[in-house]
């Protein structure tokens, strides 16, 4: 029926002439035959003046190519449709949708063409507007160290976008039209999945993901803010997600609460390391004395029972100087002792062979020293401290009738030190924990678990390392010492003076001090005075006492002072004026009294004292400190003093 009517050309020519649409009948050549009122409407040219005008005259020169296929792609039967820009009469540029097909009137093919063509400058310039601020946001959020998702209800993601996508090496098409569960199976998506659908019901949401970069590898800490997007009845019809990089942050943030753990656990230690520092000091004097005296007895007992008893107590005195300096060099790691050049052949042998007889039970200790006479930088009291924990340790690892063996060579690039005992062995338990501090496995009374902590520490401030492991080969433990050879070969300093022997005075507690060297013992422990006056009085010295340091200054500046003290034993820390002072005041008045003094402190490594002590060249006693030590630097500078006075001054030359 309605075919019916189109066929009427009464009806026919109504609907095209009252069309809103251009209509046009072009010939072969291209030339318009018949227009509609609204082609006039829509050109600018009056029907008239579209009669015969061809085809290229009415579109842009740029777009002729294009209309003339269409229309030879029409003449030989094919539809036709595209967009074409064309220009008004007045040279006003407009664009049309197109659509070209073969006039075919009841039926019968004729050599001509319809053109169907609306106006859509329109909606175009709509378009553009749309595709400009679609851009012109696209590149505003790009400017964001961002990355933004939009995901549809299902979770899929529809677009990916932000300067961070580029920056962190994604890949969008890797990433749109996928959902969390697919891009990672592992953990079903997780935690998107859930955090997501919470979004989906209508709330905003916040949270953090750890995600390893595709190109690198590298861990990267994301914050993920997501957003319902709505319609216009306020549906929920997808997800806006904005990702956050906050992976410096959250280092940041981490070395910050590093830093300030750090920061505590140094003024903890500070702390610890004064208040050990002063429980030190206040324990080793009473030891230094209770050690002096025992030694001093020790040289003129001979019974038998009565000497076991003073070895006894000598003992354990030597064992409480080690507890203390244990504690002192953990809770002052770092003390900045110097490193000199030293020989540790020797060293080693001197420490087996001092060990050796106080190891009882039947223990045999041997050394095999092999290393060449090479010469280390170390701190020498370290050095034998970690040596004498290890040997200390062995022996009573291996047990009654046990043998420990030290051996010392140079492997390479490392002077290395091992021991080895045929004890139990190691728990695998313990081997993991052993350089803990405060971790034992001894029984009450036999140690305070820091002695492999402190050798660690030591070792380690050389530059070297520690290890322990079971023996391959037998049943037993090894522990392995490695300090790195110096690049340069070193030289050892000039070796001291050959000591020779004083005539010992009477050792009968009322013997009188016979006239001799004099020695000022400056120290305001009365207990230590006493037994190294009662020490060095039997050798043949005078001595004189000073109770502080302001009695030291008044005695030393004196104007015989020079010629009447060959040495001077004086304490680092006392009330009023302390050891650094006086040695400050002596060497001002008199360098060459200052050369004769000999520091004692029952603190080495605190750092007041150690910034002094590696200011002078002045030998040091650790407190408690054994007598021979004493005296053999007490003889040392008397022996010097001695040549000295028997080398002629050189004449000065009068002018």
């Known amino acids: 029926m309605m075919w019916d009517a189109l066929s009427d050309p009464a009806f026919a020519g109504a609907v095209v002439r009252e069309a809103p649409y251009v209509v046009l009948l072009l010939g072969r050549d291209g030339a318009v035959r018949l227009a509609n009122p609204a082609a006039a409407l829509h050109t600018g040219f009056a029907l008239d003046e579209l009669q015969g005008m061809h085809l290229r005259q009415l579109v842009d020169a740029d777009e002729e190519p294009r209309a003339s296929i269409a229309l030879k792609r029409a003449l030989a039967g094919e539809r036709t449709d595209f967009s074409v820009r064309y220009l008004r009469k007045d ?42 601020s679609d851009q012109r946001f696209r590149n505003l959020v790009s400017a964001f160290d961002r990355a933004f998702f939009v995901m549809d209800v299902d979770l899929r993601i529809a677009g990916l976008f932000g300067r961070w996508v580029r920056t962190t090496g994604l ?88 830093l300030r753990a750090r920061i505590a656990a140094a003024e903890r230690a500070e702390a610890l390391g004064q208040l050990v520092s002063g429980v030190a000091h206040e324990l080793n004097n009473p030891l230094a004395a209770m050690l ?103 022996a009573q690892a291996t047990g009654p009738g046990g043998n420990v063996l030290l051996k010392a060579s140079v492997q390479g690039g490392w002077y290395e030190i091992s021991v080895v005992d045929d004890g139990p062995g190691i728990a695998p338990e313990v081997l993991t924990r052993l350089f803990e501090p405060f971790f034992t496995t001894k029984t009450t009374g036999q140690g305070v678990g820091l002695g ?22 037998a049943q037993g433990a090894v522990f392995t010492v ?95 004026l302390d050891g650094p002072e006086l040695y400050a005041r002596v060497k001002e008045r008199s360098p060459e009294l200052a050369s004769r003094f000999v520091i004692s402190t029952g603190d080495v490594v605190g750092e007041h004292a150690a910034a002094f002590l590696a200011s002078i060249d002045s030998p040091v006693l650790e407190k408690p400190y054994e007598l021979a030590a004493v005296d053999a630097i007490v003889e040392r500078l008397r022996i010097e003093q001695k040549r000295r006075r028997h080398t002629p001054h050189a004449v000065e030359r009068v002018q």
């Open 482 to 576: 490695r300090f790195p050879v110096p690049e340069v070969a070193l030289e050892l300093p000039p070796p001291p003076l050959p000591r020779t022997s004083v005539p010992s005075a009477r050792r009968s507690s009322q013997a009188q001090p016979v006239e001799g060297p004099t020695l000022l013992i400056v120290d305001d422990e009365e207990p230590i005075r006493r037994a190294l006056r009662r020490f060095f009085e039997r050798r043949g010295w005078v001595v004189e006492e000073a109770h502080d340091g302001l009695e030291g200054d008044r005695l030393l500046s004196a104007p015989d002072a020079s010629q009447r003290y060959v040495a001077i034993l004086c304490d680092l820390r006392m009330p009023g």
């Open 292 to 394: 002096n005296f025992t030694e001093d007895l020790l040289l003129g007992e001979s019974d038998p029972e009565r000497r076991s008893a003073l070895e006894v107590i000598r003992a354990q005195a030597l064992r409480s100087r080690v507890i203390v300096r244990d504690l002192l060099t953990f809770a002052r790691r770092g003390g900045n002792r110097p490193h000199l050049p030293h020989a540790p052949g020797p060293i080693l042998s001197d420490v087996v062979r001092a060990l050796r007889p106080g190891l009882g039970d039947g223990i045999r200790l041997d050394a095999d020293v092999n290393d060449g006479g090479m010469v280390l930088a170390i701190d020498r009291a370290g050095f034998e401290q970690v040596i004498t924990n290890l040997l200390t340790n062995a």
């Open 171 to 258: 890949v969008p098409s890797n990433w749109i039209g996928y959902t969390p569960q697919e891009l990672f199976p592992e953990s079903n998506g997780e935690p998107h999945v859930t955090q997501l659908t919470r979004v989906l019901e209508g709330e905003d949401v916040t949270y953090e993901w750890a995600y390893p970069r595709t190109d690198t590898g590298e861990l990267i800490q994301l914050r993920l803010h997501a957003s319902p997007m709505r319609d216009a009845q306020d549906g929920v019809i997808g997800i806006a997600v904005v990702v956050v990089d906050i992976t410096r942050r959250v280092r940041a943030e981490a070395e910050a609460t590093a």
């Open 91 to 132: 040279g006003e540029p407009r664009v049309a949708l197109i659509h070209v097909v073969p006039w075919q009137p009841n039926g019968a093919f004729t050599e001509s063409v319809l053109v169907f063509a609306s106006d859509i400058t329109d909606e175009e310039l709509r378009t553009d507007a749309l595709r400009e």
């Open 452 to 473: 492999l902590s402190v050798s660690l520490g030591i070792v380690q401030e050389h530059g070297g390392t520690l290890a322990a492991s079971n023996r391959m080969d």
